[in-house]
């Protein structure tokens, strides 16, 4: 598999404070169990549909986390570029995805 799934802790830390790079940000995200859950059972379709990513990972896609708690989670999509960052809201069963420009990971 060329892309890889990045751990919670991680994903929180490169999108906490600056929730996306570009891409939209929300109003409400969903717990951090669902955001997990969705993101097990839809990370191929991410893939598929995002082929130009780089990774992805569960972190806080609100514009003010702490405002909504627990609720502040949804799936992060890390690409190698800003011309690959969609335009406008995008979610998958329910739960947001933001876009973060990383480039390229390296291993």
């Known amino acids: 598999m060329k892309r890889r799934t990045m751990l919670v802790a991680v994903a929180i830390a490169v999108s906490a404070g600056c929730a996306t790079s570009g ?7 969903v717990d951090l169990a669902t955001a997990r859950r969705v993101l097990a059972e839809r990370g191929n379709l991410i893939d598929r549909e ?33 011309s ?16 973060t420009v990383t480039g390229e990971f390296r291993g």
């Not at 003010?64 to 999509?77: L, N, T």
């Not at 690959?84 to 876009?99: C, K, L, Q, Y």
Request: charged share 25%.
């Open 23 to 29: 891409g939209p940000v929300y109003d409400k995200g």
């Open 84 to 99: 690959d960052m969609p335009r406008g809201p995008r979610f998958v069963d329910g739960v947001p995805i933001s876009f």
């Open 50 to 82: 995002y082929p130009r990513s780089v990774g992805h990972g569960v972190g806080v896609v609100v514009a003010d986390p702490e405002r909504v708690g627990a609720r502040a989670y949804g799936i992060v999509v890390y690409l190698a570029d800003d």
